[in-house]
């Protein structure tokens, strides 16, 4: 059970292509949904949260024009970095939470984007 | 600032041996605490939660929680070289944001056949 599905995987875009990236949970509603990022060799770091029907919480630097976050059902939600450059480079993972707090997080296969 | 201290390691084990992961927290709020393994290139995967002092064991892995001294270990039994990962330590943060996890920089381990 509490698998999540990220998609796609990979993903290789020209500079300025707006790129989507889906995150389902598959058997639970998710409550909250998380979006974070991974450099090479760097700890996650938490970009957003969204909890269904409401608009996403955006960490400190994290420009919310650039990463759109839409959480529109309980089981979806999508992430896309618009206007995308070789800097937004990286490793995108999503996860899943079902339930209020102190229930554990359910991580995506995460999404490798490519801006050439 | 809340933080979650770990040993980046390596950490080198060997085979069959016990594998010791500590992990010290900075939230005093915290109540639930997460290890998660990553594989290189790859997402999180959940290995267990803690919710209470003392031990608390799931096959081959042992959750160890002290809260007086905001202290977390994960010990592997029997360990196996596909154990070989790094290990992260995520209490979830108490207070205002207590719906996220305060990740560590993981632990990395080796696990020598």
């Known amino acids: 059970g509490a698998v999540v599905s990220q998609h796609p995987s990979w993903v290789i875009c020209k500079s300025g292509t707006s790129v989507k990236i889906e995150c389902r949970s598959l058997?639970?509603?998710?409550?909250?949904m998380f979006w974070y990022r991974q450099f090479p060799k760097q700890s996650l770091m938490l970009m957003a949260t969204?909890?269904?029907?409401?608009?996403?919480?955006?960490e400190q630097g994290v420009e919310k024009d650039k990463f759109l976050i839409n959480h529109a059902s309980l089981t979806l939600s999508t992430l896309t970095v618009t206007s995308a450059h070789p800097e937004d480079s990286s490793f995108y993972i999503c996860?899943?939470?079902?339930?209020?707090?102190?229930?554990?997080?359910?991580f995506g296969d995460g999404t490798r984007l490519s801006i050439l | 600032q809340k933080e979650v201290e770990q040993n980046s390691g390596p950490l080198s084990v060997p085979e069959g041996a016990i594998a010791s992961l500590n992990c010290t927290y900075s939230?005093?709020?915290?109540?639930?605490f997460f290890w998660y393994r990553q594989y290189s290139g790859k997402s999180p995967e959940l290995i267990m939660f803690?919710?209470s002092n003392g031990d608390k064991e799931d096959g081959r892995f042992t959750a160890q929680l002290n809260k007086a001294s905001q202290y977390v270990s994960l010990l592997i039994r029997d360990s196996q070289p596909s154990d070989s990962a790094t290990y992260l330590c995520?209490?979830?943060?108490?207070?205002?944001?207590?719906?996220?996890?305060?990740w560590g920089a993981g632990t990395k381990l080796i696990i020598k056949p």
């Open positions: 996860s899943a939470r079902q339930g209020a707090t102190g229930q554990p997080q359910h």
């Open positions: 058997d639970f509603q998710a409550t909250t």
């Open positions: 969204s909890n269904e029907g409401s608009k996403a919480t955006y």
């Open positions: 939230d005093r709020g915290s109540q639930s």
């Open positions: 803690i919710y």
């Open positions: 995520a209490p979830e943060g108490g207070g205002v944001s207590n719906y996220q996890l305060i």
